[in-house]
């Protein structure tokens, strides 16, 4: 049986699949070519992350496939319940990735309260020239220690970041109507950890309540934070969205950070993946990465090995 990886899969999980008996191709096909491909080549196995879409259409043209694979949480990219109604296994890895996404939010924040967004733009142009006025410039950071940060949706991702928040001495609020109350266990190098037991509150409360602000939401219809959440949260606050695009309204963002109402914002993914909007990349109170929250090597051998696992357990 043959495995298409088609936006790559780690090698710890080629090895796996290789040593139960599948054949591993990691080639990338262009998503108008997907058709041909998996049918001349009689593809059992489609694993995806977040580049290549699985719709109904390419599900029913490819009779062959069996099982649709995503490397990640979301599988917005993925027509799932339709391709589960033909009979398709449709998996996951949704905590593989998870801790990831968690430090990569904190990456963000101390990006963000330090202003290094912006520093590691000017110094390598005025370092050497106008170093007193950069350090005037960038003299007045916050602390995280003692701030409130609010976490909008409380799975698995929501919760490892509430854990590092938790770590480095921040009150934890969170909202999401699906997950109640919560307790989050935070673990220590020596085996030792405390346990924290915390309840959901309105998106309302939350956003009055919070210096940040961190997004953990699937991909929704309409916006998650738009102008009218922007203006009921503090003045000065930050948001970080590490999630999906299009849970923020990236016009209402800019409007808020050149007005002053939010200091910075953290945004690893964008509404208009893969040509984000100009206006959101050149905002000089935004910091920026490329949609690489799961991208660590520890992460894609942990989403490389369960998905190989799981493709074992139902085809073998």
């Not at 599900?59 to 496939?65: Q, V």
């Not at 996951?92 to 968690?102: M, R």
């Not at 999630?243 to 939010?262: F, M, N, Q, Y």
Request: proline share 3%; charged share 20%.
């Amino acid at each position: 049986m043959k495995v298409l990886a088609n936006d790559g899969i780690s090698q710890t999980g080629v090895d796996a699949l290789e040593a139960a008996g599948f054949e591993v191709s990691t080639t990338n096909v262009a998503q108008d070519q997907l058709e041909s491909y998996i049918n001349d080549n009689e593809i059992t196995v489609i694993l995806v992350r977040s580049a290549t879409t699985v719709r109904k259409e390419l599900i029913d043209a490819c009779p062959s496939i069996k099982v649709i694979g995503r490397g990640g949480v979301g599988m917005d990219n993925i027509d799932v319940q339709y391709a589960r109604d033909k009979g398709l296994s449709v998996i996951n890895t949704p905590a593989a990735s998870s801790a990831s996404v968690a430090e990569l939010v904190f990456a963000h924040l101390y990006n963000g309260v330090r202003f290094l967004y912006d520093s590691n733009r000017n110094m390598p142009l005025d370092g050497d020239t106008k170093f007193k006025a950069l350090k005037k410039a960038y003299a007045k950071g916050t602390e995280l220690r003692g701030k409130t940060i609010g976490i909008i949706g409380f799975g698995r991702i929501g919760q490892e970041t509430a854990k590092i928040a938790l770590g480095v001495g921040m009150k934890v609020i969170y909202s999401d109507p699906f997950m109640e109350k919560a307790t989050v266990d935070v673990a220590f190098f020596d085996g030792q950890s405390v346990s924290f037991n915390l309840s959901s509150i309105s998106k309302e409360q939350l956003l009055k309540e919070a210096d940040f602000i961190s997004l953990h939401v699937p991909a929704q219809k309409e916006y998650v934070i738009g102008r009218t959440e922007f203006a009921a949260m503090k003045d000065g606050a930050a948001i970080v969205n590490a999630a999906r695009g299009g849970v923020i309204d990236e016009v209402a963002l800019v409007e808020a950070l050149d007005s002053g109402k939010l200091s910075f914002a953290g945004l690893d993914v964008f509404e208009n993946e893969p040509t984000p909007a100009v206006k959101v990349l050149m905002n000089p109170k935004v910091s920026l990465t490329p949609h690489i929250g799961a991208a660590t090597g520890g992460a894609q051998d942990r989403i490389g090995t369960e998905l190989a696992e799981q493709i074992i357990s139902i085809l073998k």
